[in-house]
């Protein structure tokens, strides 16, 4: 089962939340696309290294949606993991306001004009 890309800005169940070595706790991608954004570079070593990448099972154990994981799973640098996240919670939150993508994550933490 996979959640259409409007599932994805939904939060998650409480037991599926994403606590992480600093202790925030995800809920959402949304919440993840900012907590990365202050991240420090150590902290998000400890959830991406080698073969291992803990965001990536996190969206396919929490989302259904092993195609977004595979993706997720690709990707080690932290800025490039906001940017691909970025797009696609874009689309989806342009699907759900078809008023061009009223809330867009990355514009509100200055990451896209």
Same mark, same amino acid.
């Given at each position: 089962?996979?959640?259409?890309?409007?599932?994805?800005? /939904?939060?998650?169940?409480?037991?599926?939340?994403?606590?992480?070595?600093?202790?925030?706790?995800?809920? /959402?991608?949304?919440?993840?696309?900012?907590?990365?954004?202050?991240?420090?570079?150590?902290?998000?070593?400890?959830?991406?290294?080698?073969?291992? /990448?803990?965001?990536?099972?996190?969206?396919?154990?929490?989302?259904?949606?092993?195609?977004?994981?595979?993706?997720?799973?690709?990707?080690?640098?932290?800025?490039?993991?906001?940017?691909?996240?970025?797009?696609?919670?874009?689309?989806?939150?342009?699907?759900?306001?078809?008023?061009?993508?009223?809330?867009?994550?990355?514009?509100?933490?200055?990451?896209?004009?």
């Amino acid at each position: 089962m996979r959640l259409d890309r409007i599932g994805i800005l /939904n939060d998650v169940l409480p037991e599926d939340y994403l606590e992480l070595s600093n202790g925030n706790v995800i809920c /959402n991608l949304r919440d993840l696309v900012l907590t990365l954004d202050k991240m420090s570079e150590e902290d998000f070593g400890l959830h991406v290294y080698r073969e291992q /990448n803990d965001f990536a099972e996190w969206v396919m154990e929490a989302y259904w949606d092993e195609k977004l994981a595979s993706k997720i799973l690709g990707i080690s640098d932290k800025k490039k993991l906001i940017r691909f996240l970025g797009k696609i919670l874009k689309k989806a939150e342009k699907k759900r306001f078809e008023n061009g993508g009223k809330g867009d994550v990355l514009r509100r933490i200055g990451k896209i004009e």
